[in-house]
T-cell receptor, first 112, second 117 residues
Framework: DQQVKQNSPSLSVQEGRISILNCDYTNSMFDYFLWYKKYPAEGPTFLISISSIKDKNEDGRFTVFLNKSAKHLSLHIVPSQPGDSAVYFC???????????FGTGTSLTVIP | GAVVSQHPSWVICKSGTSVKIECRSLDFQATTMFWYRQFPKQSLMLMAT?????????EQGVEKDKFLINHASLTLSTLTVTSAHPEDSSFYICSARDSWAGADTQYFGPGTRLTVL
């Protein structure tokens, strides 16, 4: 049972434009969400997170939006850079629990 | 930032042999570590939660006798794939939770690519 879903397996964006990666979840008990970036044959690296008490969190070029009523979150990257090309995973958890639930990932390609 | 290492980064073994993968938190203590498995083009699947000084908690469908986990210290957890078979070939990733930080702070290792011939 996939509680966190990323319905777009891949996304291509021109350099300088905005990248929007989407994530949907089914468990209303999730109260903390994270985005990770992963290069092939490497472990995920943390990008940005958001608590369920917020609807937006911004860190430089990265902004995460959370719509609790729709059980949807998105990651905006602007401007997109070629170095952003990677697989992006969203993850959710119920604090203070330990278990992260990961989405299936979206492969982002930023075209120079 | 916190660093988690894994060793080896890549291992090839013959079917029927056992392989040990180490996961270390280099600059923090981790009472809890996690082992994930990633299949090609799929998400990270949590295999087990490893707690220092106690038995690991395995997710449903994960054979605990096949995937032996030992968390002997606050900085080291090991995953041993016993009697490996080609279907065990995968990318194994560990993560560690900083004991002094919140439960939402997990740091991931670089992963270990296991190929079973």
């Amino acid at each position: 049972d996939q509680q966190v879903k990323q319905n777009s397996p891949s996304l291509s964006v021109q350099e300088g434009r905005i990248s929007i990666l989407n994530c949907d979840y089914t468990n209303s008990m999730f109260d903390y969400f994270l985005w990770y970036k992963k290069y092939p044959a490497e472990g995920p690296t943390f990008l940005i997170s958001i608590s369920s008490i917020k609807d937006k969190n911004e860190d430089g070029r990265f902004t995460v939006f959370l719509n609790k009523s729709a059980k949807h979150l998105s990651l905006h990257i602007v401007p997109s850079q070629p170095g952003d090309s990677a697989v992006y995973f969203c993850a959710a958890l119920t604090r203070p629990g330990n278990q992260f639930y990961f989405g299936t990932g979206t492969s982002l390609t930023v075209i120079p | 930032g916190a660093v988690v290492s894994q060793h080896p980064s890549w291992v090839i073994c013959k079917s029927g042999t056992s392989v040990k993968i180490e996961c270390r938190s280099l600059d923090f203590q981790a009472t809890t570590m996690f082992w994930y498995r990633q299949f090609p083009k799929q998400s990270l699947m949590l295999m087990a939660t490893s707690n220092e000084g106690s038995k690991a908690t395995y997710e449903q469908g994960v054979e605990k006798d096949k995937f032996l986990i030992n968390h002997a210290s606050l900085t080291l957890s090991t995953l041993t794939v016993t009697s490996a078979h080609p279907e065990d070939s995968s990318f194994y990733i560990c993560s560690a939770r900083d004991s002094w930080a919140g439960a939402d702070t997990q740091y991931f290792g670089p992963g270990t690519r296991l190929t079973v011939l």
